[in-house]
């Protein structure tokens, strides 16, 4: 069955038999070149083997990042400490608990009372500590919290307050003297 298109124009004398037959071919070579090839098995494989690549490479550049990020506030922490710390003079033994172990500092009256106040913070630095104004304490616990070793000035995780307890409401009926120094 012909093109109704097509009749009309042979009929018209517009074009030729061939002229008809030589569209219907190229029309014809159209519809079978549109069908993509099915891949091959190796073409297969090496497809799959990109992508597992380029996540590779994803992984690892992820992992690179986060690793110039941390060393990044690391350093950040080192210029805020060096340049905010206070001065430590004084003879009193300030002790604090730095994971499972007591340490200590040496402080005066008016640096106790400030660290007592939450004003200073202790935050570690190298193999030691160092004491921090607010400000400061606050742009390191930014970077790092886990830099920071004593902060009274903010409340304590919710995870790391005791439960009241029945020794709790015992112990709460005594008074501890303001002035203790332990």
């Known amino acids: 069955m012909r093109n109704p298109l097509q009749d009309q124009l042979l009929k018209a004398g517009l074009v030729k038999k061939n002229q008809v037959a030589q569209a219907v071919r190229e029309q014809a070579k159209k519809h079978k070149g549109k069908q993509p090839a099915a891949p091959s098995a190796e073409q297969l494989e090496a497809q799959r083997a990109q992508a597992e690549k380029a996540a590779r490479d994803r992984a690892i550049a992820a992992e690179r990042n986060a690793q110039l990020r941390a060393a990044e506030a690391r350093a950040q922490i080192q210029q805020i400490v060096e340049a905010h710390k206070v001065k430590r003079e004084g003879a ?3 002790r ?10 040496l402080v005066n009256e008016a640096l106790r009372a400030q660290l ?4 200073l913070v202790i935050v570690r630095h190298g193999q030691g500590y160092e004491l921090l104004p607010r400000v400061a304490a606050d742009k ?5 919290a886990a830099m920071v070793v004593l902060d ?6 919710a995870g790391t307050q005791d439960t009241p307890d029945a020794d709790d409401a015992f112990y709460s009926r ?3 003297p303001d002035d203790l120094v332990w």
């Open 92 to 94: 009193i033994a300030y």
């Open 174 to 176: 005594f008074v501890v």
């Open 140 to 144: 390191v616990y930014e970077r790092d």
């Open 116 to 119: 007592a106040a939450g004003a």
């Open 152 to 157: 009274h000035g903010r409340p304590a995780p």
């Open 96 to 105: 604090f608990a730095d994971g499972d172990r007591i340490k200590d500092v």
